[in-house]
């Protein structure tokens, strides 16, 4: 699959995001793998290519405003998810166990996952995300 991809910022160089050729990832356990149909850019996105957010790994696939279609299906996720318009957005995975999640405040979570940022995001064919309710299907009337 294509993927534009950050292995430093803006701030090192005039081209951040560099167009490679990567594996499709593959879904693990309550994820889905999703055909990237459009990701937008947000603010945040342009944060973290000019390096106003320090970088949590090596490289990533930044973007998280993701919306595609699931393609496969790792397990534990339901097969009603086959084909599915999904969203993706910022908050891609709390862990359910701090007290701020076990209180209902998962935007508050202490061990957060971030689209885009601390896992791979949207800019790319293929993009995986968690199949859980914070992934919500988009209605038949988007589609």
């Known amino acids: 699959m294509r993927a534009a991809v950050l292995h430093r910022s803006a701030i090192k160089t005039d081209s951040p995001l560099a167009l490679e050729d990567k594996p499709v990832p593959e879904p693990g356990e309550g994820e889905v793998l999703l055909?990237?149909?459009?990701?937008g850019v947000c603010r945040t996105d342009l944060?973290?290519?000019?390096?106003?957010?320090?970088p949590l790994r090596e490289s990533v696939v930044p973007g998280?405003?993701?919306?595609?279609?699931v393609e496969k299906m790792g397990t534990g996720v339901p097969g009603?998810?086959?084909g599915q318009r999904m969203g993706v957005c910022w908050l891609g995975g709390v862990d359910g166990n701090c007290l701020l999640?076990?209180?209902?405040?998962?935007?508050?979570?202490?061990?957060?996952v971030f689209t885009g940022y601390?896992?791979?995001?949207?800019?790319?064919?293929y993009?995986?995300?968690?199949?859980?309710?914070?992934?919500q299907a988009l209605s038949a009337a988007t589609a």
């Open 35 to 39: 055909r990237v149909e459009a990701c």
């Open 118 to 125: 601390s896992v791979h995001g949207g800019y790319a064919e």
């Open 47 to 54: 944060h973290i290519t000019m390096g106003e957010l320090k």
């Open 80 to 82: 009603e998810l086959a």
């Open 64 to 69: 998280h405003q993701i919306v595609g279609r």
């Open 101 to 112: 999640c076990q209180k209902g405040m998962e935007n508050l979570c202490d061990n957060p």
């Open 127 to 135: 993009a995986v995300a968690r199949a859980d309710l914070r992934w």
